[in-house]
């Protein structure tokens, strides 16, 4: 079993940069893990994805460039860089982890609260 708790949602101005981190409790090394994140009357979608041991990843045309996952099993951590914020990137952020190297959400078994990331124009 993994928990997920995830921090460092806030509110920011557009073309800001911020921070999301993910803390995992269990076995959570040998995991692939993702952010996924759900705007306010749309349905929960794909931000990125990275593998067990960061060695890939691949992320949604709509952030690629922008943002980063990095992760760190030493610290059973991974973290969501996010840079040149948009209005449009607001949204409930969540991660996801599970065992399959996937942007689809039925391929990740576990799944943290969500933060909230507001981005003001």
């Known amino acids: 079993q993994v928990r997920l708790v995830e921090s460092g949602g806030v509110s920011v101005q557009a073309g800001g940069s911020l921070r999301l981190s993910c803390a995992a409790f269990?076995?959570?090394?040998?995991?692939?893990s993702a952010w996924f994140r759900q705007a306010p009357g749309k349905e929960r979608e794909f931000v990125g994805t990275?593998?067990?041991?960061?060695?890939?990843?691949f992320y949604a045309a709509s952030v690629k460039g922008r943002f980063t996952i990095s992760r760190d099993n030493a610290k059973n951590t991974m973290w969501l860089q996010m840079n040149s914020l948009k209005p449009e990137d607001t949204a409930v952020y969540y991660c996801?982890?599970?065992?399959?190297?996937?942007?689809?959400?039925?391929?990740?078994?576990?799944w943290g609260q969500g933060t909230q990331v507001t981005v003001a124009s």
């Open positions: 996801a982890a599970g065992g399959q190297y996937s942007g689809r959400q039925n391929d990740f078994e576990y």
């Open positions: 269990g076995n959570f090394r040998w995991l692939a």
């Open positions: 990275i593998g067990w041991n960061a060695d890939v990843s």
